[in-house]
């Protein structure tokens, strides 16, 4: 899984720091300049040097800015005296007009690379917050490889409610869970957080699948409830379509149970299949609606799962994803052309022919991840 690196604001101005933009303000000064002075006595353009240092704000910092008004003063300067003009009140007008302006810009530039500065530390302790609970899965587990994928909707954001979590078991097997919590915005990833919190601590402790799911529903059912009074109505909404899996290292099967969540694709060497399961269960958060209390309650379901098979699994972000006619993303379709046999070049592919499919604008966010087993 990869994140956006931290975004760099930008500080005052150092040696360097754009230097294509620099050239900019400076040819304006000059170029005023040399007319202004070859000019008949009566054009002036000696006003037009405010320009430079407010074209400087614009990319540079506050050190920039000043350089480049003081030039314009001393600019203004050199135009009076090659004119003779330099004690008129017109000249000290116009060379205090500069002055009071490039210092507003000037301070312009100090308050807002300030702003700038809090709001990188703000962005940079939220991006971490969200890396840490949406954790990169192991790269390897047993004879699996494993590739994830994270693609936001919100351009600043890193998480949002699609999750994916692994956790290893003392019997030999790899548990993963992906899932997708209904809402958005923060409410939604304090859902996700505590669903994968729940997962992550009791995924290799509990004996089975089924009593993994119960424990994930009484968890987000609690979180949500715990507070209600009585005399309160039970108006809450918030659950999660999940899939939970278990792959043993020593039997080349995938057991899977489905709750509300988009069945995975098996890409094999003769096409690709759904695996989808014969028992459909609520979401995580809804299992009292269907009296789903008990680890009898949900049915674990076997698939064949060998050597050189490739599982995907994935939100619906990406089978909802459209294009500029409003057409789905076709993802079984399209991943029979992609490369199984390597996974971190399948997921290349997916991602690209997704972006290229929404034009660069995902509507919901997508989280899909690629396991691969290989020959013992």
């Known amino acids: 899984m990869s994140f956006r690196p931290l975004t760099h604001v930008r500080h005052t101005w150092q040696p360097g720091h ?9 040819g304006l000064i000059v170029a005023v300049c040399v007319i202004d002075i ?3 006595r009566h054009i002036h353009l000696g006003p037009l040097l405010v320009a430079a240092p407010a074209i400087t704000v614009a990319f540079a910092g506050a050190r920039l800015t000043a350089l480049v008004g003081v030039l314009t003063v001393v600019a203004q300067l050199v135009i009076g005296g090659a004119r003779g003009v330099l004690g008129t ?15 507003l ?33 192991p790269r ?4 699996l490889r494993i590739v994830c994928l994270y693609l936001p909707a919100e351009a600043e954001a890193e998480m949002g409610g699609d999750l994916y979590a692994a956790a290893r078991t003392a019997s030999g097997s790899t548990r993963l869970l992906i899932g997708d919590v209904r809402g958005k915005g923060l409410a939604a990833i304090s ?11 009791a995924a290799h402790r509990q004996a089975t699948l089924a009593r993994l799911a119960v424990h994930l529903d009484g968890a987000v059912r609690w979180d949500t409830t715990q507070w209600r009074t009585t005399s309160e109505p039970d108006d809450n909404e918030s659950f999660a379509t999940a899939i939970l899996l278990d792959l043993p290292d020593d039997e080349p099967v995938v057991r899977l149970i489905s709750c509300g969540h988009p069945p995975p694709l098996l890409i094999r060497r003769d096409g690709v299949s759904t695996l989808q399961p014969r028992a459909g269960h609520l979401p995580i958060g809804l299992g009292a609606l269907g ?12 698939f064949d799962f060998e050597a050189g098979d490739l599982l995907l699994l994935y939100t619906d972000g990406v089978i909802e994803a459209r294009d500029a006619d409003g057409v789905f993303f076709q993802l079984t379709e399209r991943a029979a052309a992609w490369d199984r046999d390597s996974p971190e070049a399948f997921m290349r592919e997916l991602r690209e022919d997704l972006m290229a499919h929404v034009r660069g604008h995902l509507g919901d966010d997508a989280a899909v991840v690629a396991i691969h087993r290989e020959a013992s």
């Open 38 to 40: 070859l000019a008949p």
């Open 191 to 201: 859902h996700a957080a505590l669903l994968l919190g729940a997962f992550r601590a």
């Open 89 to 103: 009140a017109n000249i000290q007008a116009q060379v205090a007009a500069l002055i009071v302006v490039s210092t």
């Open 140 to 143: 390897r587990s047993g004879p």
């Open 291 to 302: 009296g789903l209390d008990e680890p009898d309650d949900y049915e674990a379901e076997t």
């Open 105 to 137: 810009l000037v301070v312009f530039c100090l308050v807002r690379d300030r702003r700038e500065r809090e709001l990188y530390r703000v962005k940079s302790v939220a991006e971490v917050a969200q890396h840490v609970l949406l954790q990169p899965l």
């Open 18 to 26: 754009a230097p294509a933009l620099v050239v900019i303000p400076l």
